[in-house]
């Protein structure tokens, strides 16, 4: 399975952005795509998913209501649309892949940089 994310730039706080994770390769109906994220000196933290067969979604408690996960199954590609962005957000976004019921993904995109500026 190969991702690629997209969409990260600079924007100002209050602003909304998305972001794609374009998807190839593998049985799809067995993964949930994930994205993460990592800001300087922080550790990766989840953010949203989603399980490709059934579309069902996951999110990081202090993001509901902001982020939302979705998937378009025809282009293969899941989006993770932020809305009212805070500086707090600056991170670079990874998705990536997990087959179902196990803890890990096994497979990274390259990752994207979201910066938000007060």
């Known amino acids: 399975v190969q991702l690629q994310a997209s969409g990260g730039g600079l924007v100002q706080a209050g602003d909304s952005l998305r972001l794609s994770c374009a998807v190839s390769?593998?049985?799809?109906?067995?993964?949930?795509i994930d994205w993460f994220r990592q800001a300087p000196g922080k550790e990766r933290e989840f953010v949203a998913s989603?399980?490709?067969?059934?579309?069902?979604?996951y999110y990081a408690d202090s993001l509901k209501g902001r982020f939302t996960i979705s998937r378009d199954k025809v282009k293969n590609t899941v989006y993770l649309q932020m809305n009212s962005l805070k500086p707090e957000d600056t991170a670079v976004y990874y998705c990536?892949?997990?087959?179902?019921?196990?803890?890990?993904?096994?497979?990274w995109g390259q990752g994207t940089q979201v910066t938000v500026s007060s």
């Open positions: 990536a892949a997990k087959v179902l019921y196990q803890d890990r993904p096994f497979a």
């Open positions: 390769g593998g049985t799809l109906s067995r993964y949930l």
């Open positions: 989603i399980r490709w067969s059934g579309g069902i979604t």
